[in-house]
């Protein structure tokens, strides 16, 4: 269902269509010779990505992947019933974010103060912080925000006494700080979910019982509202083996105990939530935390990498790459999204050539970028599927800065002044990598540009 974004939020979105792409963004050095662009100008004048404009190697998106995995992604919550925060320090793009929220999303996940700051400057109304908050000065801007803006909707994790009582004073200074300014604008309290983790995971209690005790800390504080329990199962493991989905299954289950024992506490006001769910395991989360227990709790992913998808990491691991195993029909289907263009810049011997793209413009953290196709120069004509071949027997052995290493077969007539499109692995440390990434429709017109803000 479609969602109406908030005026500010709508403004601030628009804006950016009319932001300048300068010489400085990669990718757009010759299309910006008489000067700036914008993303409403290439809406407007539809370059071909191939037409000698863009100076590769370019990171493109393609708009039926990013926009069709976002209505998918929307339609498995609804027929679900879960509500759905996705993770924004994926994407660091609010066009993006907007996007899944005109889709429906509950709200927006960030992992720091700092992308709650961004994605406050364009107005984002409810944003979770998923981790814990322990720097003064956070806290402090957080108390700030939440007294100048009746409708920003906060959340955070805790999973320590520490934890709690140094939120608390921070929250309680920002008070007195603010009454001795003559500020008549109250405090108010954010919500905090007790974060469940695992012996030798990262942060979060080690039981259910130290949850629970973090969950009455809380209770008795003035600058934290109970709002529910929350975990991350995407830890756990990184392959989809029984003894990974089976410890998975019982981490959701210990979460789901946790969220029935903190929802009865004084102060776990209306309904409590439980929030799980990275881009991988997410059919699991559901599964789990939505089985009868008590009380309905509120339950919201925050899965992110699933807006692009990818050829590597999330193909094997998401629902959909599960095969045989994914139950009746309810999972969604994601399309990758991403694509590298680069060219070939030598063949120095059989066997191999070397492409213009390296670590500065590729993620490479989980798995080496996947050839797709390749293609004379001048790219592929109007339809994507034409005058482009599989480059079967190909791979990226190593990366170096600016230089990928491609393995061919002896008798591969790949020449410099070739053209490899490049599928991706993880999303997450591919975002980061551009300040700024066409879009392109199905015929490679770039029609868009999205900013990215990390």
Same mark, same amino acid.
């Given at each position: ?216 800390? $809380? /209770? @008795?504080?003035? %600058? ?9 199962? !995407? *830890?756990?493991?990184? =392959? ?21 024992? $903190? /929802? @009865?506490?004084? %102060? ?9 769910? !990275? *881009?991988?395991?997410? =059919? ?171």
């Amino acid at each position: 269902m479609k969602s109406v974004l908030p005026g500010k939020l709508q403004a601030a979105v628009g804006a950016l269509s009319e932001r300048p792409v300068a010489v400085t963004d990669k990718g757009f050095g010759r299309l910006t010779r008489p000067g700036p662009v914008s993303a409403g100008r290439l809406a407007l004048t539809r370059p071909s990505l191939f037409g000698g404009d863009f100076v590769l190697p370019v990171m493109v998106l393609r708009e039926s992947a990013v926009r069709g995995n976002i209505q998918s992604m929307a339609d498995y919550c609804a027929a679900a019933g879960v509500q759905l925060a996705p993770h924004g320090k994926t994407t660091m793009a609010p066009q993006l974010l907007a996007l899944q929220l005109e889709a429906g999303a509950w709200g927006v996940t960030a992992a720091t103060v700092a992308q709650v700051q961004v994605f406050r400057s364009f107005g984002m109304p409810r944003i979770l912080v998923a981790n814990e908050v322990t720097d003064r000065a956070a806290i402090e801007w957080l108390a700030d925000e939440l007294a100048a803006d009746p409708d920003f909707d906060c959340y955070c994790f805790v999973d320590s006494l520490a934890g709690v009582a140094l939120f608390d004073d921070a929250m309680q200074a920002a008070s007195s700080r603010r009454r001795s300014a003559g500020r008549a604008d109250p405090i108010r309290p954010v919500r905090a979910l007790v974060e469940l983790g695992r012996p030798g995971g990262r942060a979060g209690c080690r039981s259910v019982d130290e949850a629970v005790t973090v969950a009455k800390a $809380v /209770s @008795a504080t003035s %600058g934290l509202r109970l709002a529910g329990a929350a975990g991350y199962e !995407g *830890s756990i493991g990184h =392959d989809d083996s029984e003894a990974t989905l089976t410890a998975i299954a019982e981490f959701c289950r210990d979460l789901r105990r946790l969220g029935t024992l $903190v /929802s @009865a506490l004084p %102060g776990c006001e209306g309904d409590y939530i439980l929030s799980a769910g !990275g *881009s991988a395991y997410f =059919d699991i989360v559901v599964r789990e935390l939505t089985a009868p227990a008590g009380a309905a709790p509120t339950v919201i992913l925050r899965s992110g990498a699933y807006i692009s998808h990818d050829h590597g990491f999330y193909q094997r691991l998401s629902p959909g790459g599960r095969t045989g195993r994914d139950g009746p029909a309810l999972m969604p289907a994601f399309t990758p999204a991403f694509e590298l263009w680069a060219s070939v810049l030598s063949r120095p011997e059989p066997g191999l050539a070397i492409i213009g793209a390296g670590r500065h413009d590729v993620a490479f953290d989980q798995d080496m970028p996947v050839p797709l196709r390749i293609c004379p120069p001048g790219g592929p004509p109007a339809v994507p599927s034409a005058g482009a071949s599989s480059p079967h027997g190909m791979r990226i052995s190593a990366l170096d800065d600016q230089h990928g290493y491609l393995r061919v077969p002896a008798d591969a007539t790949l020449a410099p002044g070739d053209l490899v499109c490049l599928g991706i692995s993880h999303p997450c440390t591919n975002f980061d990598k551009w300040r700024v990434i066409p879009v392109v429709d199905d015929g490679y017109r770039v029609i868009d540009a999205v900013h990215t803000f990390f």
